[in-house]
């Protein structure tokens, strides 16, 4: 019987599983390169991890890995019920305090490795995480999607990069479509919609953000955030933050240092700041700020009698 230690934690709602012994060997290459190995030969590994019985479609698991870069403290790939992401905000300040929960670091700056680059993170003296993302920046700006969907008006929206792909729009107007969790699955239905056209006519996105109006003081706006397996996140989303920034700044409707609180669908918050990288070509780096907190310690039992035991998918 295989076993996997395992650390949980959530951030601001949304649940993160960090692997902290037990993963597979994917070798000392790239991280993208060993992202490939797991994909085509452990696949299964990510499916038991966190797919039904031991998980949920809601989970983000993270396999902890060597870094490469001598400067980082650790390396990790984040996986989630379908597939792999390239980068994960929100399970980033999980892996943070899962390494501090461990000993393993104290406030300060330390730096983390992804597939998609390196990330700079810094534990706060009060228990918050900044993640200084990877480069990110607004691919494509007011792409329309016309009788999409019958019963509702069009929809335009943005493409930006923040770690992951997203299209961000501004929830249509209907009485019977408010930005409120009590309707996560008519949202879900909603923003599959978008992603479905989308996908067919225009460009390969997985994750889709649908924003309007905040309903907390203090913040910008509230934001609800399809996953790719067809969750919603619970979190504010610390990439679709990171391209919402980017979104902004190419408009210029946000100042280069200036706070922006973005508000998730369950009413938590993450704090976006950016600085430029590129003002031409329009690339930021950005800041996001939230709270993560550990839920459990676990020791994961694979039983290769178990008809489910790589999970249910």
């Known amino acids: 019987m295989r076993e996997i230690h395992v650390i949980d934690s959530h951030t601001a709602g949304e649940p ?77 300040m999980g892996l943070v305090q899962t390494l501090a929960y461990q000993g393993l670091l104290q406030p300060g700056v330390h730096r983390i490795e992804t597939p998609v680059g390196v990330v700079t993170t810094t534990l706060h003296d009060d228990g918050r995480v900044s993640v200084e993302n990877v480069p990110s920046w607004r691919e494509k700006k007011g792409i329309e999607l016309v009788d ?14 923040g770690g992951n792909w997203f299209y961000l729009t501004q929830l249509p107007p209907h009485p019977d479509l408010p930005l409120d969790h009590r309707i996560t699955n008519i949202l879900s239905g909603f923003a599959n919609g978008i992603r479905h056209r989308l996908n067919r006519e225009h460009q390969s996105v997985d994750h ?8 907390n003081p203090g913040s910008h706006s509230r934001n609800f955030v399809l996953c790719p397996g067809g969750a919603y996140d619970r979190s504010p989303c610390g990439t679709g933050t990171s391209a919402k920034l980017a979104c902004l700044a190419a408009d210029g409707k946000l100042a280069e240092g200036e706070e ?39 020791k994961l039992l694979l039983d290769e009698n178990d008809p489910f035991c790589w999970g249910i998918r």
């Open 16 to 92: 993160t599983r960090i692997v902290i012994v037990g993963g597979p060997d994917l070798g000392n290459g790239p991280l993208a390169e060993r992202v490939e190995i797991f994909k085509n030969q452990h696949d299964r590994f990510r499916s038991a991890i966190v797919n039904e019985p031991r998980g949920s479609d809601v989970i983000v698991g993270g396999l902890l890995v060597q870094p490469i870069d001598p400067t980082c403290i650790a390396g990790v790939i984040f996986f989630n019920n379908v597939g792999y992401l390239g980068m994960c905000g929100h399970g980033t």
């Open 208 to 215: 889709i953000e649908l924003f309007g109006p905040p309903q």
């Open 148 to 161: 999409w969907n019958p019963s509702m008006l069009p929809v335009k929206g943005d493409i930006a990069w």
């Open 260 to 298: 922006w609180v973005q508000e998730s669908i369950i009413g938590t918050t993450f704090t976006g700041t950016f600085r430029w990288l590129d003002r031409a070509a329009g690339k930021i780096i950005p800041t996001i700020t939230g709270r993560a907190y550990i839920t459990g310690e676990n």
